[in-house]
């Protein structure tokens, strides 16, 4: 069960640090502010999640958690550690994210974790926000004009087969099955293919066909692209300076 | 369309193409009023303006703009050329309203007292 927080924890955490990096570049000053709350919020869940770890499971202090650990111990996924991109990649990863972040703590809402349904519970309105952000603007880009639509159906092609990282099984997996903490990845992978597929549809769009869903697994495991290395680095460069230091 | 924005910022540009009528698409986007309502059943109070290409975007720039720290129980977007007013050069309609006590509440009060006395030393 610990995995299954750490991990859901590093993808918050890292995808949350990924998105602030639009603030301040963003394409509209309103999409600016945009990125950056529901980055904060990100941050939040995270938070949230190393103190369930640090109160209820013995794991450490959740800043520890967040700006002391090596790269190999990280566990989230390949999806939330590519540079933000263009603002049509951020969009499109930001909806294939949301949605299985939907899709994953509503699921929690049946939990036998008690910490883990009182944070579902929690969060249920700031990722339906998530979500709908991300859709709306998904809508407006793919019925925009033909730049716009090309665009984000690229993007779309990118990023699809890079989502499936979200899904990378754990060992321990079956006794969380077990356990009822989580029905486990392959119910929340079907649901969230479904769910896109749908509004893939809605919007005009193609999901690519043909994908490899296992091209870029490895993360929940410590295997990260490049990418994750540089981007510790600089969210871990001021706590670095004194780890002991009072806030 | 001509360009009757209620916003100064966009009135202020004066652009030849928006003085002849001409709207280039896509060059400036709608501008929309914005209404917060921080309570189920309150009324919703205008809070200012935002910029979008539509509707639906309009709600989300003014959920990141005007509900970030207040509670908020809804939030309306009206286009700003749906709002209907009075011209600006019509402000005289109104300038004698303040001098119009008596239909204040509180002027009845006075009234009473006025007649009252009135009727003591008649």
Known sequence: MKNLI?????????????????????????????????????????WALYRILNEELGGEDPDKAA??????????CHLVEYPIGEF?????RHFLMDKAEFHR????????FLPLV?????????????????????QQLANGNEESKARIQSALNLVYPIAFSLFEKQDDEQA?????????EDVLKSIWVDDIANRIKEFGLTIPSSIDSSAHLGGRKGYHTDHLEPLLKEMTEVFAIDPNAEW | MSNESLDPRIRRLDLEHVKNGVQPTNSHWITFEVFHQEKRGRQAIHVGIVHAPSPEIALMFAKEQYARRKSTSNLWVVKSSEVFTFASEDEDIFETTPDKTFREPGFYKVR???????????
């Not at chain 1, 049509?88 to 499109?92: P, Q, T």
């Not at chain 1, 009182?118 to 998904?138: F, P, Q, S």
């Open chain 1, 176 to 184: 969380v099955i077990e356990q009822k903490v989580f029905v486990g």
């Open chain 1, 105 to 112: 703590y509503d699921l929690l809402l049946q939990s036998s």
């Open chain 1, 118 to 138: 009182n944070l579902a519970k929690k969060v249920k309105g700031e990722i339906k926000y998530h979500v709908m952000h991300a859709d709306t603007w998904m």
């Open chain 1, 6 to 46: 750490l991990k859901m924890a590093d993808d918050a955490l890292i995808i949350g640090h990924r998105n602030s990096e639009w603030t301040g570049i963003g394409p509209l000053l309103e999409e600016d502010i945009a990125f950056s709350s529901m980055s904060q919020d990100k941050i939040g869940h995270a």
């Open chain 2, 112 to 122: 009473d007292r006025i007649e009252a006395y009135k009727n003591k030393h008649s």
């Open chain 1, 67 to 76: 700006f002391n650990r090596s790269v190999k111990d990280f566990t989230c």
């Open chain 1, 88 to 92: 049509d990649f951020s969009l499109v």
